[in-house]
Nanobody, 124 residues
Framework: QVQLVESGGGLVQAGDSLRLSCAAS????????RGWFRQAPGKEREFVAA????????DYSDSVKGRFTISRDNAKNTVYLQMNSLKPEDTAVYYC?????????????????WGQGTQVTVSS
């Protein structure tokens, strides 16, 4: 069992930066592939970024590539999402998630564990 808790969301202006954190607890935390998703009002949950267990491979959606960076610190049981050059369309609730492998990493229902989400609002 893995428990995930996100933090770091807030209200910022377009062009600003935020760093989200996702702290995990559980015996096998470091064995999990980790992802970030987001969901805006009235829209489906969408993939944002993901990282392998070792941190050696990262994946990004086209909408955030070049602006967002995912990283993990296994010693701290934490995954981060550094978000730069934020845009109003990045406004959403951001969720972190965990799964056993990289297979189907963009598909939300392939992830076994989810955090409660943190709100990110970007004003124009």
């Amino acid at each position: 069992q893995v428990q995930l808790v996100e933090s770091g969301g807030g209200l910022v202006q377009a062009g600003d930066s935020l760093r989200l954190s996702c702290a995990a607890s559980g015996r096998t935390y470091n064995s999990y592939y980790r992802g970030w998703f987001r969901q805006a009002p009235g829209k489906e949950r969408e993939f944002v970024a993901a990282i392998t267990q070792s941190g050696g491979t990262t994946d990004y959606s086209d909408s955030v590539k070049g602006r967002f960076t995912i990283s993990r610190d296994n010693a701290k049981n934490t995954v981060y999402l550094q978000m730069n050059s934020l845009k109003p369309e990045d406004t959403a609730v951001y969720y972190c998630a965990a799964k056993g492998s990289r297979t189907d990493y963009t598909v939300p229902n392939r992830y076994a564990y989810w955090g409660q989400g943190t709100q990110v609002t970007v004003s124009s």
